[in-house]
């Protein structure tokens, strides 16, 4: 079997798990991995289970691809998160219920668990908000990128990387966990956010933990 048919393959098999992990809805959120000079993402309103090998669209980085077959319409972020960020080869981009509930009050998840290591940083910063689809949605979700391997979108959804799709989805399920966490604990009371020296800690013990050990690029 080819790369490139095992890089579709993989698009698709993890773009069914979408659904069943609570991430996402019908057609909502699309994923896509690094491959050649470009990107392998899924296709336009294509229901998961629909969705073939032959059907996940290959774009350039200039952002063209087959003709007659449409990428997801986040193309753009996608691309340019690769452009920007060479540590990263796979994304998923979803609509999870807690993650989604917190980017509609634009609130950015803090430092009030250790997990918070999963993001890169102290924080999962909420990226402003654009229409879908937009250079200028694209250009929000960079700035809240920064230095950070997830993000939250505001009124929208989340954005979780990886140096795989596995990674990039198991990271995905985690922010949806601290999002759902964070939202409970803000109605029990005030989150204690942990200190600076503490986030540091865990931040330098995450190179060992779970799926980050295993830490080889599909590219």
């Known amino acids: ?3 490139d048919q095992t890089l579709r393959e993989q698009v698709v098999a993890y773009g069914l798990k979408l ?9 909502s959120g699309n994923l896509s991995v690094r491959h050649d000079e470009g990107f392998l993402i899924t296709p336009s309103g294509t229901p998961y289970e629909e969705i073939t090998p032959n059907g996940v669209v290959q774009v350039a980085m200039d952002g063209s691809h087959a003709q007659g077959v449409r990428p997801s319409s986040e193309w753009r972020f996608h691309r340019d ?7 990263i080869h796979a994304i998923v981009h979803a609509h999870p219920p807690h993650s989604t509930a917190l980017s509609m009050c634009r609130i950015e998840i803090p430092a009030a668990h250790y997990m918070i290591a999963v993001s890169g940083g102290d924080s999962i910063r909420c990226a402003d908000y654009y229409t879908y689809g937009s250079q200028e949605l694209s250009d929000a979700v960079m700035r809240a990128m ?5 993000c939250l979108m505001a009124n929208h959804g989340m954005i979780a990387t990886g140096p795989t799709l596995e990674q990039a989805m198991w990271r995905a399920v985690e922010v949806e966990t601290l999002a759902r966490q964070y939202a409970l604990a803000l109605q029990i009371g005030k989150p204690v956010l942990l200190t600076d020296t503490e986030v540091a800690q865990a931040l330098e013990k995450f190179g060992n933990y779970g799926l980050m050990s295993r830490n080889k690029s599909s590219a």
Request: hydrophobic residues 30%; aromatic residues 4%; charged residues 20%.
């Open 146 to 150: 920064e230095g950070r391997l997830a």
């Open 1 to 3: 079997m080819t790369r």
């Open 81 to 87: 998160i690769y452009a920007a960020r060479p540590d």
């Open 19 to 27: 659904t069943p992990s609570g991430l996402s809805q019908g057609t």
